[in-house]
T-cell receptor, first 111, second 115 residues
Framework: QKEVEQDPGPLSVPEGAIVSLNCTYS??????FMWYRQYSRKGPELLMY????GNKEDGRFTAQVDKSSKYISLFIRDSQPSDSATYLC???????????FGKGTSLLVTP | GAGVSQTPSNKVTEKGKYVELRCDPI?????LYWYRQSLGQGPEFLIY????????DSGLPNDRFFAVRPEGSVSTLKIQRTERGDSAVYLC?????????????FGQGTRLTVV
């Protein structure tokens, strides 16, 4: 079993919908939680960065971390066709340097 | 430069050959990471440099893989005796410092194909 699990999708939604993406993990030592967006043939781009539990909001994006359930989520409000990409969750330990990524969820927002 | 630069963008090589992949980090970033991303998978950690030294090389799959960063800036990932299973996108990332609370910025990757 991988330390970080993420449903690869694909997930297809109409423009304007609220998108919910999530990951589960098994290692309780993870303290830093990130969401990256990756367009085809591009490198990952950091969207949200959270330390420990709680919520964080940035524009149309909200990240949630529930450490008791080992579950993290990314919500996208008013989704746009330009949001179509692969979304990767990533985590790391307090004392570590390596990011542990999920497989990524492919999102398609249709006009 | 403005971002992390990786060259070449694409590399096709024959099985058994030696390849070098280059990474130019963001100016002033002391931490540098290499990751490998296979099709349909998330990136997997290979190695982390703080300055010139490899602080963590636990992700290198075997001794055919080696990376250097001699002057604390540009890094080269070297793969000897390439195998078809080495085909993947090799991603480089850099961050301002080596602490756990610093975010990493990724380059666009080098797509390696071993035929």
């Amino acid at each position: 079993q991988k330390e970080v699990e993420q449903d690869p999708g694909p997930l297809s939604v109409p423009e304007g919908a609220i998108v919910s993406l999530n990951c589960t993990y098994s290692n309780s030592a993870f303290q830093y939680f990130m969401w990256y967006r990756q367009y085809s043939r591009k490198g990952p781009e950091l969207l949200m960065y959270t330390y420990s539990s709680g919520n964080k909001e940035d524009g149309r994006f909200t990240a949630q971390v529930d450490k008791s359930s080992k579950y993290i989520s990314l919500f996208i409000r008013d989704s746009q066709p330009s949001d179509s990409a692969t979304y990767l969750c990533a985590m790391k330990r307090n004392s570590g340097y390596a990011l542990n990524f999920g497989k990524g969820t492919s999102l398609l927002v249709t006009p | 430069g403005a971002g992390v630069s990786q060259t070449p963008s694409n590399k096709v090589t024959e099985k058994g050959k030696y390849v070098e992949l280059r990474c130019d980090p963001i100016s002033g970033h002391t931490a540098l990471y290499w990751y490998r991303q296979s099709l349909g998978q998330g990136p997997e950690f290979l190695i982390y440099f703080q300055g010139t030294g490899a602080a963590d090389d636990s992700g290198l799959p075997n001794d055919r893989f080696f990376a250097v960063r001699p002057e604390g800036s540009v890094s080269t990932l070297k793969i000897q005796r390439t195998e078809r299973g080495d085909s993947a996108v090799y991603l480089c990332a850099s961050s301002p410092g080596g602490g756990s609370n610093t975010e990493a910025f990724f380059g666009q990757g080098t797509r390696l194909t071993v035929v």
